[in-house]
C-alpha cells in the first residue's frame, strides 16, 4: 500500500457491525464484559478506546513501522504530553541532548521541569557532528532532534545523528511535527522514538491538540503504552477522530503547503524589503543538499527577516490579513507570529534564545499570489 492509500484504510476498516466507512467516535469511558476479566481486548478508555487504536494504526503505518515488528504508537493528549511521556523513560542522573534551537516547550519541559528530576541536559548545534560529539557524556541516554528545526528551519542529518547517539549508548528522539511523515520518515534513518504534536499538520485544521509517539522497538512501545496508561495522557475519542479525519488528505495537504510555501520563499528572497530567508527548498539555504536527500518535499514553513529590525517584524505581523497573527502552525490557514515574543518566549536568555526580528510563517493552502500579496501589503 502507498502513502495515500496508507492515510485512508489503514487501521480503518469499515465498523464491523454497522459497516460504516468512518472509524466512530466511541465515547464511552467503560465496556460490558461478559464474565471478571473475560473482554474484547477493551476493559477502560484510559488503557485503550477503538477510535484511539485506529489513529494509532494509521500513525504507525504512515512512519513505517513493519507489522510484524512488534513496535506501535501511542497517541496523547498533546505533543507535550508525547513529550513528557519519553521524558519518564529517564532516571536521575542521565543526561540528554535538546538541539539549540528546539522548540521552546520542549525546552521549558526538559530544562524547567525534568531538570528539578536530577536529569541534565546540553544544548547542541545538531547540524555540526562535532558540536553534538562535544555534547555526549557516558551518562547521556537521549538525543532529541528536530528537523527542520523551529523555527530556524535548520536541517539535521539524522543518519549521522544517529550513529553518534547509537555508538554513545543514546536512544534518538526526532520531532516529526513539520516535515509530517509524508516527506520525511526517521524510522527509516535508524531513529528510535519520532514524536508528533498531531495538533498541527496531522490534524490539518487547527481544530484539535494532540500528540504522537511511535517506534518500531517493541520493548520500547510497550514501555510507552505502560507509561501512557500509568499517567494517564490520553486523547479524548473526538480528537482522535478530528486526527484521523485530518490525515486521509494529508498527502494533498502537504503537496499544496510544500508548493505555496516554496512560491512564498522564493518571492521573499527576491524582495529588497527582505534581509534573510530560511527555507530548505530554496538552493541559498545551508542544508538544501541534505534536505533534497533526507525529504520529498521542502514542507510549508517559512522564516524570515525583515529589513528594519524587531520593530519592521511587529508592524509586519501585525499588518497581514489572510496570514493571521497566531501561535501554532500546519493548518489549512496561513499563520505569522514572532518567534521571540510568542511560541518561544520561554527560551528568552538561554542558549536556544531566537533572534528577535525573526518572522515565522506557516504557509496554509490559500492560493499562493494570495499569500504573496498580502506579504507585499504589509511589508509596506
Ligand atoms: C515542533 C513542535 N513540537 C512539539 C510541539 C508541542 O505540541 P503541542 O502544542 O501539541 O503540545 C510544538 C508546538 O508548537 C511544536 O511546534
Redesign the pocket.
Known sequence: MRFETRAIHAGQSPDPVTGAVVTPIYATSTYAQPAPGEHTGYEYSRTDNPTRTALQEVLAALEGVPEESGGGCVATS????A?ALVGHLLRPGDHLVLPDDA?G??YRFFAGVLADHGVEWTAADLTDPGSLQAALRPATRLVWV?TPT?PLLRVVDLGAVVDLAHTAGAIVCV?N??ATPFLQRPLQHGADLV?H????YLGGHSDT???ALITADPALHQRLRFLQNATGPIPGPFDAYLVLRGIKTLALRMERHCANAGSVASWLEADPRVEEVAYPGLASHPQHGLAARQMTGFGGMVSFRPRGGREAARRIVAATTYFLLA???GGVESLIEVPALM?HLSVAGTPLQVPDDLIRLSVGIEHADDLIADLDRALG
Request: glycine share 16%; charged share 15%.
Open positions: 498533546s505533543g507535550m504530553a513529550t522548540y516547550g520542549t528536530e523551529n520531532d511535527t513539520f514524536l504534536s498531531t495538533t498541527k491538540v494532540g500528540g501561535e501554532s502552525l511560541t
